[in-house]
């Protein structure tokens, strides 16, 4: 587990750009299990490999006119049940931090791995989830 003071920029970058924490398997649970329309849920994380382009690609992503019904997230290391219970509605894939996954009607329809993300520039990731809300949203 991280101290909290260490991971509240990163926390807060997403929350200030009006994402929704989900900190207890129960907010997550209900959030996806019942579901209408679409939802993003953005696992977070400290690693600056790829969740320091993931955080600007994804605020760049939801900014465009079709967008998510939810924006939530969950942060790896630190809301340890909230993200265990996330990472039950993104099976089959395996864990993977941090990762992107966009829900419809309570269905996984789009995932993006860490190694879709890592190395990968803001620009990249957010067109790779603008293409996905085109989709589904």
């Given amino acids: 587990m991280y101290p909290p003071e260490l991971v509240a920029p990163m926390k807060n970058d997403l929350v200030s750009a009006g994402f929704q924490e989900l900190l207890t398997p129960e907010a997550v649970g209900s959030t996806l299990s019942d579901?209408?329309?679409?939802?993003?849920?953005?696992?977070?994380?400290?690693c600056g490999c790829a969740a320091g382009n993931m955080r600007p690609g994804?605020?760049?992503?939801?900014?465009?006119?079709k967008i998510p019904n939810k924006l939530t997230t969950?942060?790896?290391?630190?809301d340890k049940d909230a993200v265990a219970e996330a990472r039950k509605y993104m099976l089959p894939?395996?864990?993977?931090s941090p990762s992107i996954a966009l829900f419809k009607d309570g269905k996984l329809v789009h995932f993006v791995e860490r190694h879709h993300i890592e190395g990968r520039p803001a620009?990249?990731?957010a067109e790779n989830l603008k293409m996905a809300f085109e989709e589904y949203c």
Avoid: R, W
């Fill in 93 to 96: 894939y395996p864990a993977s």
């Fill in 35 to 46: 579901s209408q329309g679409s939802v993003l849920v953005v696992i977070n994380s400290v």
């Fill in 74 to 78: 969950v942060f790896a290391g630190v």
């Fill in 123 to 125: 620009q990249l990731i």
């Fill in 58 to 65: 994804v605020k760049m992503a939801v900014q465009g006119s």
